[in-house]
Structure formats: structure tokens, C-alpha cells
């Protein structure tokens, strides 16, 4: 799934891994390793996110729901992982989730 997703859906998908990261303000190692890693699979620059920091959640919203329904369904299998790597998940890390599911109406 990684090789066909696009530059675009690959920032959406990453920017909002790390929302869940931070939802709970505890950078646990276990979800800093996870980021790193897809950063890495997704062969992604840094200066790609520049932008993102300004974005707010509605912004965020339209940008998660032109994705593809695979890409959605690989994103939020993504989204899971990273609320659960750290061994609890945190109602805020489940609520992001829980609102991406509803940008989708």
C-alpha cells in the first residue's frame, strides 16, 4: 500500500499520526519509534511539513476525506498502531480517530 500512496496522502496521513502521538502529552518511545519508522517507509522530507503545523482540524478534515477508501482504511489501521504501541490508549488518542471517521460524512 505504501508504494501507491502519493506525497499528499502520505504528509496527511504522517501529520496525523503525530496529532494521536501528541493527543495525550506523553511522547512515549514505543510511539516515537513507530513515527520514525513509517517517516522512514514513506521515504519523507521534513521540510515537507512546514506548512502543516498551521492546519486546523476541519483544514485536516478535507484534507483526510479525498483520500481513497483503501488509503483510509490502511490510514486508520495506521492510526490504531499508533494508539496502541505505547500498551494504553488514550481516550484523546481514540477521539482523533473517532472525528477522522466522521470527516468522512
Do not use: W
Request: hydrophobic share 40%.
Amino acid at each position: 500500500m505504501i508504494n501507491e500512496l502519493n506525497i499528499s496522502e502520505k504528509r496527511v496521513i504522517f501529520y496525523i499520526l503525530s496529532q494521536i502521538m501528541k493527543a495525550d502529552n506523553i511522547l512515549n518511545p514505543a510511539e516515537i519509534t513507530f513515527l520514525d519508522n513509517v517517516f522512514e517507509k514513506f521515504q519523507l522530507e521534513i521540510n515537507e511539513f512546514d506548512h502543516m503545523d498551521d492546519l486546523s482540524f476541519d483544514e485536516l478534515c478535507k484534507e483526510y476525506r479525498i483520500l481513497s477508501p483503501e488509503t483510509k482504511k490502511y490510514a486508520n489501521m495506521l492510526f490504531v498502531r499508533m494508539a496502541e504501541c505505547d500498551g494504553y490508549v488514550d481516550p484523546r488518542e481514540l477521539a482523533i480517530i473517532q472525528k477522522l471517521s466522521q470527516c468522512t460524512q
